[in-house]
C-alpha cells in the first residue's frame, strides 16, 4: 500500500512541478506587480488603467464578444455532435474535417479572415465576379463597429467551436444508448429525447466545454487584432499594448488580474449553475 501511494506521487510530481512553474510562480510574479508598489500594497494601477479611455470600451466589447460568441458555439457545437452522434459511416473523417480549426492559432485564424474581409479580398472578388456588387467595400472600416464585431465573432466560431464540439462528443459517448431507445419506446420525439435525456446526462461536459470556452473567449486578442487593429480595444488587447507599446508592465499586470478575475467569477457560475452529482460524475 505505501508503495502504491508512493508511485501515486512520483507519477503526479511531473505535472505538480509544471503547474508551479508555468502557472504559480508568474501568477505570484504579476500579483506582485499589479498590487504593488515598491513592495507596498496598492491599487494604484487599478486606478491607472480605470482612467484610461480605453478600458471602458476594451470591457464592454469584450462581454459583448463573449456574450455573442459563447451561447452561438454552444448551439453549434451540440448539433454538430448530434449530427456526429447519428453518423454510421465517416463519422472519423466529419470529426476530423471539422476540428481541422483547432489546430490553428488565434493570430493566423485572424490573418486567414482578413484575406477574406479585406478590400482586396476573397469576399470581395467572388461578389463582384457574381455582379452582387460594384467596386471594393471596405467591411472592416472604422464607422462599421457592428461589421468589426460581426467578422471577430465569424472567424472564432470557425477556430474554436471544435474545441467544445471534441468535448461534447466524447460527453455523448459516454451516454448508454439504452436511455434514448427506452424514451423513444415510450414515444418521446427527437426533440424531447434530446431536452430530457441527452442534455441532462451531458451536463458534465457541457459544463466543461463552457468553462474552457468562456475563459478563452475572454482571452481573445489575436483574431481581433489581426482583423480590426486597434479599432476595437478589448482586454486582453490592452493588456499587450502596457506591456509592450507602453512598457508599463504593472499596469498589464492589473489588466491581466482584472482577466483572471472575471474569468475565476464565470467558472463558480456554471460551477453553481451547472452542478453536477456524484452519481453523474461517475
Not at 471539422?98 to 472578388?125: C, M
Not at 462528443?169 to 427527437?190: D, H, N, Q, R
Amino acid at each position: 500500500m505505501k508503495s502504491q501511494r508512493t508511485l501515486a506521487y512520483l507519477l503526479l510530481l511531473p505535472s505538480t512541478l509544471f503547474l508551479v512553474a508555468f502557472f504559480l510562480i508568474p501568477f505570484g510574479q504579476v500579483a506582485w506587480l499589479g498590487l504593488t508598489v515598491e513592495g507596498s500594497p496598492t491599487l494604484q494601477h487599478f486606478t491607472t488603467l480605470s482612467a484610461d479611455w480605453k478600458f471602458g470600451p476594451a470591457m464592454k466589447n469584450t462581454f459583448i464578444l463573449v456574450g455573442i460568441l459563447v451561447p452561438i458555439q454552444v448551439i453549434f457545437a451540440l448539433a454538430m455532435a448530434q449530427m456526429v452522434a447519428k453518423l454510421e459511416r465517416a463519422r472519423d473523417i466529419i470529426l476530423y474535417i471539422w476540428t481541422i480549426p483547432l489546430g490553428v492559432s488565434d493570430l493566423a485564424a485572424g490573418l486567414i479572415w482578413l484575406a477574406i474581409l479585406e478590400q482586396t479580398g476573397f469576399l470581395n472578388s467572388l461578389l463582384n465576379a457574381m455582379g452582387l456588387i460594384k467596386g471594393q467595400v471596405n467591411w472592416l472600416q472604422y464607422g462599421n463597429m457592428w461589421a468589426l464585431f460581426a467578422a471577430v465573432i465569424i472567424a472564432e466560431i470557425w477556430r474554436s467551436t471544435a474545441l467544445m464540439l471534441v468535448i461534447l462528443v466524447a460527453g455523448m459517448g459516454l451516454i448508454p444508448k439504452e436511455y434514448a431507445e427506452a424514451a423513444e419506446v415510450f414515444g418521446a420525439g427527437p426533440w424531447k429525447r434530446f431536452t430530457k435525456v441527452t442534455l441532462p446526462l451531458l451536463k458534465p461536459s457541457l459544463q466543461t466545454a463552457l468553462i474552457l470556452r468562456t475563459i478563452l473567449a475572454f482571452e481573445v486578442f489575436g483574431v481581433a487584432a489581426a482583423l480590426t487593429g486597434t479599432n476595437l480595444p478589448v482586454l486582453l488587447g490592452e493588456t499587450f499594448n502596457w506591456q509592450f507599446n507602453l512598457q508599463d508592465r504593472n499596469v498589464a499586470s492589473a489588466y491581466a488580474l482584472i482577466v483572471l478575475g472575471i474569468s475565476v467569477a464565470f467558472t463558480l457560475v456554471f460551477l453553481r449553475v451547472l452542478r453536477v452529482r456524484a452519481e453523474q460524475r461517475a
